[in-house]
């Protein structure tokens, strides 16, 4: 096995951003995924999302369980922080993370056998406690480590590469996430970076709980005729419901798609993605209401894409304890062990 590294040096007129860094600092080791998998586009708009915010790098943290997704962690954001945890427990480690030290920006990377299988009460009670953080699942229905078997958000009737059709019915993590109380609920496309990277900044930037439901077909298991994660199937049925503009004090980002028109813009593979504008009565404040429209749209087997659900309001894990506003970590010996009066006051209380 050869291993390529990548040149330490930039080039001295590499545009930096507001805190001093290039696009470079943001990247990580070289990708081992197959070539042309979703999961690397979504890697690409997870480092153009950070370096845009300038974030720096050290205040990330990023958690990941197992499976192709979960290795991406690698391949960005190189100088933060990172917890590769086992399979399916991403969130439970991030929690308990997020509550020692609330400073930190917390990112977690999973997929859809790491979240809708195995870790699929770990994402619930991620969701309803608010804990802050952008989750991020990057969708491909099938376990491509393990040569493609269907995962948990397969669609019934779907057809895998050996032309087995899935009986079961499909998990939808993003009606879970807007059921269970998450206040930011996006879903995205791997290979639409000027919605994705918009979508991801709002995501790190929100204030309680935010998950992004990210479509990113498998090249090598489940990008075939019958599939319904494949990149012919996503682009077909593929309407967003947002037009979404991230605004900083620094240069707005925007969808450069019309109202109601519909345009085909050319991947760099070839291949043409076809976007259609936003609806202008779309409301992403109502969360029954957003439940009601993917549902509708989920029936004429459209993919609805982009901002769904947003409460401006958001509170996190930490409100709702009302812990200390310094991170554990940093608290001394006689803050973290007030003495027996304390503890015996405590003890009383739960008599």
């Known amino acids: ?76 954001l190189g100088a933060s922080h990172g917890f590769n945890t086992v399979h399916g427990r991403m969130p ?3 929690t308990g993370a997020n509550l020692a030290n609330r400073e930190l920006l917390y990112l977690g990377v999973s997929g859809d056998g790491d979240s809708a299988s195995i870790g699929l009460g770990q994402f619930a009670h991620a969701m309803r406690r608010g804990v802050r953080m952008a989750y991020i699942v990057e969708n ?21 590469k050996k ?25 995205s496309f791997s290979g639409n970076k000027e919605q994705l990277v918009p979508l991801i900044k709002g ?12 479509i990113s077909p498998c090249v090598a298991f489940n990008n075939h005729p019958g599939s319904t994660k494949s990149y012919d199937y996503v682009r077909e049925h593929n309407e967003s419901v947002s037009r979404i503009d991230f605004i900083t004090p620094r240069t707005e980002i925007t969808a450069a798609v019309a109202p109601g028109e ?19 009565e779309y409301d992403p404040t109502d969360r029954h209401a957003a439940m009601a429209y993917m549902h509708t749209h989920q029936a004429r087997g ?30 001394d010996a006689d803050q973290l062990c007030p003495g027996t009066g304390v503890l015996a006051r405590i003890n009383a209380s739960l008599r």
């Open 262 to 280: 519909v345009v085909d813009v050319r991947q760099h593979d070839g291949s043409l993605l076809r976007l259609r504008s936003l609806h202008p």
């Open 140 to 160: 491909n229905g099938v376990y491509g480590l393990t040569k493609g078997q269907f995962s948990a958000t397969a669609d019934n009737g779907s057809k895998s």
């Open 203 to 214: 995501a790190i930037s929100h204030g309680g709980a935010a998950f992004i439901d990210v």
């Open 163 to 187: 032309g087995v059709v899935n009986s079961d019915s499909p998990v939808d993590l993003v009606a879970m996430a807007l059921q269970l109380g998450a206040t930011y609920v996006g879903r």
């Open 1 to 76: 096995m050869t291993y390529i590294a990548k040149p330490p040096l930039h080039h001295p007129t590499l545009e930096k951003n507001g805190v001093g860094y290039t696009r470079r600092d943001y990247e990580g080791k070289i990708s081992t995924l197959c070539a042309g998998c979703g999961h690397d586009s979504i890697s690409a708009s997870i480092i153009q999302a950070c370096w845009e915010l300038d974030i720096e790098p050290h205040r990330v943290a990023k958690l990941s369980g197992i499976g192709c997704s979960s290795k991406t962690p690698d391949y960005f």
């Open 302 to 331: 459209e993919i609805l894409t982009g901002l769904l659900y947003v409460d401006p309001l958001a509170t996190d894990l930490h409100t709702a304890l009302n812990t200390s506003a310094r991170p554990l970590n940093a608290l």
């Open 92 to 94: 439970s480690v991030l």
